[in-house]
């Protein structure tokens, strides 16, 4: 894959041709980044550069595990009381 000296990025774009063309349509002067894939590969014009993405082994420790929301405690602390 060949390195392109890209400038600042004004716009990301992510697989959504009627998004795109419409973004080119009210900001011709804007550099949009686009994700590389088969959807995007067509579109080749000065302003829009594709941005390879990959995706990694995450695993489930990977992510923040929120606590349950405040409604679902309260309704189990509900039932918990009832079925004592």
Do not use: G, W
């Not at 060949?2 to 795109?20: G, Q, R, S």
Request: glycine share 0%; charged share 35%; net charge neutral.
């Amino acid at each position: 894959m060949e390195m392109v000296d890209i400038p600042l990025i004004d716009i990301f774009i992510d697989d959504n041709p009627v998004i795109i063309e419409k973004t080119r349509d009210f900001f011709p002067d804007k550099c949009l980044i686009l994700s590389d894939n088969a959807v995007n590969r067509y579109i080749k014009v000065p302003n829009i550069y594709h941005l390879k993405t990959t995706v990694s082994d995450l695993k489930n420790e990977d992510f923040i595990q929120n606590e349950k929301p405040k409604k679902y405690k309260n309704k189990q602390r509900l039932l918990d009381t009832i079925n004592k």
